[in-house]
């Protein structure tokens, strides 16, 4: 019999009844009725072509077929089990592996993992720097940080921003714009160009110019004035998101981290 054709339900069902010697006590710890457990052995009596059970004056008894392999059955269910736990360990594991991208991880997300970490020492971080293009499949992510309108398609949380702000140092310095890959900027005649949001605000506040940037990058910035803001924020379609595939965005240890980074 091939492994993938198991019948791993009614293998579990003669477990119980074999226990009980009761189909109706079986049924009561399976959750289900008697019938259902009546069910379950006709159809695994007939995949195997034996019969495991007979029903006497005394009550139902197992044949020499069905006791034969209750042993070896019952061996494999406690290794189903340890399997299982071992598969589970890793959401109760203090490790994360975070992809983002460079300015994101230095302007935004390392100040929270440090508060993150301050309440909670045994909590590991990896960090990866990656655009917004991650593949999940390449890497052992749990999340990823990516600029979009959505989260494509993975599941995901937005980040709360006002949107784009224009930053320059304090006093002067503006008259210049500083572009970046993606900046309302990067298609004009910018004297000073750099890498990404990050370096712009850096730019920016060493006097380099002015820099549009996402106002959630910039914040930190604004409010210890190394920069400061030009006009008022301009809405964004597109924003920062928190995302993962479905099995990873489900465990409970990333669903921690999401609620800590935007709670």
Not at 51 to 69: M, N, Q, S
Not at 89 to 97: E, P
Not at 139 to 145: E, T, V
Not at 248 to 259: A, D, M, N, T, Y
């Amino acid at each position: 019999m091939k492994r993938t054709h198991l019948p791993l339900n009614g293998l579990r069902v003669l477990d119980a009844a074999a226990r009980h010697l009761s189909f109706t006590r079986a049924a009561d710890e399976l959750a289900v009725t008697p019938a259902a457990v009546g069910q379950q052995i006709r159809a695994l009596e007939d995949t195997l072509g034996v019969v495991l059970f007979r029903r006497t004056t005394k009550g139902l008894e197992l044949t020499p077929e069905g006791d034969a392999g209750l042993a070896a059955l019952r061996r494999a269910f406690l290794e189903f089990e340890e399997a299982v736990r071992a598969m589970q360990a890793g959401q109760s594991s203090r490790s994360l592996t975070i992809a983002a991208p460079r300015d994101v991880t230095e302007k935004w997300l390392l100040p929270r993992l440090a508060q993150i970490a301050a309440g909670d020492a045994e909590t590991r971080f990896a960090l990866v720097t990656a655009d917004e293009n991650v593949d999940f499949t390449e890497a052992n992510l749990d999340l990823a940080i990516r600029w979009g309108e959505g989260p494509g398609d993975h599941e995901g949380e937005a980040i709360e921003s006002e949107g784009l702000v224009t930053v320059a140092r304090p006093g002067g310095g503006a008259d210049t714009a500083i572009a970046w890959p993606g900046s309302p900027d990067a298609e004009g005649g910018a004297l000073v160009r750099v890498g990404d949001a990050g370096l712009a605000i850096d730019a920016a506040a060493a006097g380099l110019g002015r820099a549009t940037v996402p106002e959630l990058l910039a914040a930190r910035d604004i409010a210890a004035g190394r920069v400061v803001t030009l006009g008022t924020p301009q809405p964004s379609r597109s924003g920062y998101w928190l995302v993962a595939p479905t099995p990873q965005w489900r465990q409970k240890k990333v669903q921690s981290l999401v609620e800590a980074l935007v709670g």
